[in-house]
Nanobody, 125 residues
Framework: QVQLVESGGGLVQAGGSLRLSCAAS????????MGWFRQAPGKERETVAA????????YYADSVKGRFTISRDNAKNTVYLQMNSLKPEDTAVYYC??????????????????WGQGTQVTVSS
């Protein structure tokens, strides 16, 4: 079993930056792909970014490319999402998740087994 806890969310003005962290316990994350997802009120959950267990492959939604960076530190069992040039449309609850089955498409939320409780990100205009 893997427990995930997100942190780093908050209120920021448009153009600002935040760094989200996702700390894991229970098992080492080194063999899991990790993803960041978000859900805004009245909208479906969407994949923001994902990274394979080795860190060699990453995925970004078109809406965040060039602004967000996903990274991981397997020694610390932690995954990060650096968010720059934030926009009001980035406002959402952000979740991290871990995928155990390497056969599943790491870009898709249905591939993920373990989820954190979420952290709110609010970007004011």
């Amino acid at each position: 079993q893997v427990q995930l806890v997100e942190s780093g969310g908050g209120l920021v003005q448009a153009g600002g930056s935040l760094r989200l962290s996702c700390a894991a316990s229970g098992r080492t994350l080194s063999s899991y792909a990790m993803g960041w997802f978000r859900q805004a009120p009245g909208k479906e959950r969407e994949t923001v970014a994902a990274i394979t267990w080795s860190g060699r492959n990453t995925y970004y939604a078109d809406s965040v490319k060039g602004r967000f960076t996903i990274s991981r530190d397997n020694a610390k069992n932690t995954v990060y999402l650096q968010m720059n040039s934030l926009k009001p449309e980035d406002t959402a609850v952000y979740y991290c998740a871990a995928r155990s089955d390497s056969r599943m498409d790491f870009r898709r939320s249905y591939a993920y087994d373990y989820w954190g409780q979420g952290t709110q990100v609010t970007v004011s205009s």
